[in-house]
């Protein structure tokens, strides 16, 4: 009997993508140049963090239309952003039969209190996170595979490696306390008790976890499997930098050569103009989108 | 110890890694063509096979790759794998290494949402094997020097030769290191036919 929807085969996916780079795209166009350099995956949606940012309003789900395009232009799996607890885009973006669904800060949240329970939809979803707590929640309502949050579309790499160090930091702790102290580690992080003893049991996470968020040269990619990431989401870096070809090709390679420090240094060579980043200090804290989601 | 290399360039590559060292063999990363010297054999994991393409070209690994299957050494693809050994690819005009006589179909169980786990009958295992098939290809047809290993509706799921096996589905998911097992069983024992080096028996 085929079971479908499963843990096994929502988290297998993620685990496929370990060691690649997941690129935003807003049209077909774009998820070729991605595919062709490279991306095990892309993320279809109708701006780019760093426009949601500057246009300011409400961020939605993308038209169907764009994420139906990029599908057809592909053959890589194509990922989609939800609000954070909406569940009828959620709904609508399974029925559309995209490969992942990201339940996503990028966009402006829907439900203050509530994430979705990923658990009760059989396409697996992405979620952020900043610390082991939120780890642990996100996988507690079933999400499949996780992304440290960072300060989207900055193409500042601060935050993503902030995230990820605490990630990692909490991990390690877990992993080095005796068992009659886990307890109270689970009521400190606001994380179960049976997560713990799982994470403790493995010595990581028990999903895989990409870095995202500030992502925007070569080197960015490489400090964060460096530090410990599967693997990377790149949002606005590629797309909005001066020559997008070259820099997905580059954050590709240096992905995947993270530690050869020379061919890092050729890749990222005569690449133009990153994108511009912007200084995390400079965002007022309301417009911080790490801050949604709990 | 036998000496396996695990293609890392992406993908499933340290459950693959944990796999050989569980059944006793070594397990080597290749990154590069020099990775593949004095290895037994080669697995090529799952993971996105375009990807694993874009890297093999830029880094000179094509010829090696296609050298080291016409060494005769066992090579043993899962998934993209399985797509990156196949002779040729469906609705594509050109195969990537092209060595394993199949021809693969990308994706054909459908996407992710079809995405499934089903217990198979493997010829040469007893008992059926948990398989988790993801976004999965499987064997179209086969030519004359391969053995059908298992079918799921209708479709061919595994395959052998005598150098190569391939699979649609990640035995690399699980916990169950039969297939790894069977993979390593490929290898031709040290004992018994291997000559001494030194060129002084070859004068006797």
Request: with cysteine; net charge negative; aromatic share 6%.
């Given at each position: 009997?085929?079971?479908?929807?499963?843990?096994?085969?929502?988290?297998?996916?993620?685990e496929?993508?370990?060691?690649?780079?997941i690129?935003?795209?807003?049209?077909?166009?774009?998820?070729?140049?991605?595919?062709?350099?490279?991306?095990?995956?892309?993320?279809?949606l109708?701006?780019?963090?760093?426009?949601?940012?500057?246009?300011?309003?409400?961020?939605?789900?993308?038209?169907?239309?764009?994420t139906?395009?990029?599908?057809?232009?592909?053959?890589?799996?194509?990922?989609?952003?939800?609000?954070?607890?909406?569940?009828?885009?959620?709904?609508?973006?399974?029925a559309?039969?995209v490969?992942?669904?990201?339940?996503?800060?990028?966009?402006?949240?829907?439900?203050?209190?509530?994430?979705?329970?990923?658990?009760?939809?059989?396409?697996?979803?992405?979620?952020?996170?900043?610390?082991?707590?939120?780890?642990?929640?996100?996988?507690?309502?079933?999400?499949?595979?996780?992304?440290?949050?960072g300060?989207?579309?900055?193409?500042?790499?601060?935050?993503?490696?902030?995230?990820?160090?605490?990630?990692?930091?909490?991990?390690?702790k877990?992993?080095?306390?005796?068992?009659?102290?886990?307890?109270?580690?689970?009521?400190?992080?606001?994380?179960?008790?049976?997560?713990?003893k799982?994470?403790?049991?493995?010595?990581?996470l028990?999903?895989?976890?990409?870095?995202?968020?500030?992502?925007?040269?070569?080197?960015?990619a490489a400090?964060?499997?460096?530090?410990?990431?599967?693997?990377?989401?790149?949002?606005?870096?590629?797309?909005?930098?001066?020559h997008?070809?070259?820099f997905?090709?580059?954050?590709?390679?240096?992905?995947?050569?993270?530690q050869?420090?020379?061919?890092?240094?050729?890749?990222?060579?005569?690449?133009?103009?990153?994108?511009?980043?912007?200084?995390?200090?400079?965002?007022?804290?309301?417009?911080?989108?790490?801050?949604?989601?709990? | 110890?036998?000496r396996?290399?695990v293609?890392?360039?992406?993908?499933?590559?340290?459950?693959?890694?944990?796999?050989?060292?569980?059944c006793?063999?070594?397990?080597?990363?290749?990154?590069?063509?020099?990775?593949?010297?004095?290895?037994?054999a080669?697995?090529?994991?799952?993971?996105?096979?375009?990807t694993?393409r874009?890297?093999?070209?830029?880094?000179?690994?094509?010829?090696?790759?296609?050298?080291?299957?016409?060494?005769?050494?066992?090579?043993?693809?899962?998934?993209?794998?399985?797509?990156?050994?196949?002779k040729?690819?469906?609705?594509?005009?050109e195969?990537?290494?092209g060595?394993?006589?199949i021809?693969?179909?990308?994706?054909?169980?459908g996407?992710?949402a079809?995405?499934?786990?089903?217990?198979?009958?493997?010829?040469?295992?007893?008992?059926?094997f948990?398989?988790?098939?993801?976004?999965?290809?499987?064997?179209?047809?086969?030519?004359?020097?391969?053995?059908?290993?298992?079918?799921?509706?209708?479709?061919i799921?595994?395959?052998?030769?005598?150098?190569?096996?391939?699979?649609?589905?990640?035995?690399?998911?699980?916990?169950?290191?039969?297939?790894?097992?069977?993979?390593?069983?490929?290898i031709?024992?040290?004992?018994?036919?291997?000559?001494?080096?030194?060129?002084?028996?070859?004068?006797?």
């Open positions: 009997m085929s079971k479908y929807g499963t843990d096994r085969v929502k988290r297998g996916m993620a496929m993508q370990k060691g690649g780079v690129m935003d795209v807003v049209n077909a166009e774009q998820a070729r140049i991605a595919e062709a350099a490279g991306a095990t995956a892309v993320m279809a109708e701006r780019v963090p760093s426009d949601i940012r500057r246009d300011g309003g409400v961020a939605r789900m993308a038209d169907p239309r764009i139906e395009e990029v599908m057809k232009a592909v053959s890589i799996p194509v990922m989609a952003k939800a609000r954070i607890g909406h569940i009828v885009e959620a709904r609508v973006l399974e559309m039969g490969d992942y669904i990201d339940e996503s800060e990028v966009l402006t949240p829907a439900d203050e209190e509530f994430h979705l329970l990923k658990d009760a939809y059989t396409v697996p979803f992405v979620c952020g996170c900043r610390n082991l707590g939120e780890a642990a929640r996100r996988i507690g309502e079933g999400a499949s595979m996780l992304r440290t949050k300060e989207p579309g900055t193409g500042n790499i601060v935050e993503a490696v902030r995230h990820l160090r605490q990630v990692n930091a909490e991990v390690r877990v992993v080095t306390l005796s068992d009659d102290e886990l307890m109270t580690e689970a009521r400190n992080l606001g994380a179960s008790y049976e997560f713990l799982e994470v403790k049991r493995l010595g990581r028990p999903v895989v976890n990409f870095a995202a968020g500030g992502v925007a040269t070569p080197a960015d400090l964060m499997m460096e530090l410990g990431a599967d693997g990377v989401f790149v949002g606005s870096g590629i797309f909005k930098s001066e997008p070809e070259r997905a090709r580059a954050i590709v390679e240096a992905t995947t050569h993270y050869d420090y020379k061919l890092i240094a050729e890749l990222s060579k005569d690449l133009g103009i990153a994108m511009k980043g912007i200084e995390i200090s400079t965002i007022a804290a309301g417009e911080r989108m790490q801050e949604r989601g709990w | 110890m036998k396996v290399g293609l890392a360039l992406q993908g499933a590559v340290r459950e693959h890694a944990q796999s050989l060292e569980a006793g063999a070594k397990a080597v990363l290749v990154k590069w063509p020099s990775d593949l010297e004095d290895l037994d080669l697995i090529l994991p799952g993971g996105e096979s375009t694993m874009r890297l093999i070209d830029r880094y000179g690994l094509i010829d090696p790759l296609r050298k080291f299957a016409e060494s005769g050494k066992p090579m043993f693809g899962t998934c993209a794998g399985l797509i990156l050994l196949a040729e690819i469906a609705g594509y005009p195969a990537h290494l060595v394993m006589d021809i693969v179909e990308r994706n054909s169980f996407r992710q079809e995405s499934f786990e089903a217990p198979l009958s493997i010829k040469g295992i007893e008992t059926p948990e398989a988790v098939f993801i976004r999965a290809p499987h064997i179209v047809s086969a030519g004359p020097g391969i053995e059908v290993l298992s079918e799921h509706g209708g479709k799921v595994m395959a052998r030769s005598s150098q190569f096996l391939g699979c649609s589905f990640h035995p690399e998911l699980t916990d169950d290191h039969r297939i790894t097992a069977y993979f390593l069983s490929m031709p024992s040290e004992t018994g036919i291997s000559l001494p080096k030194s060129s002084v028996y070859s004068k006797v």
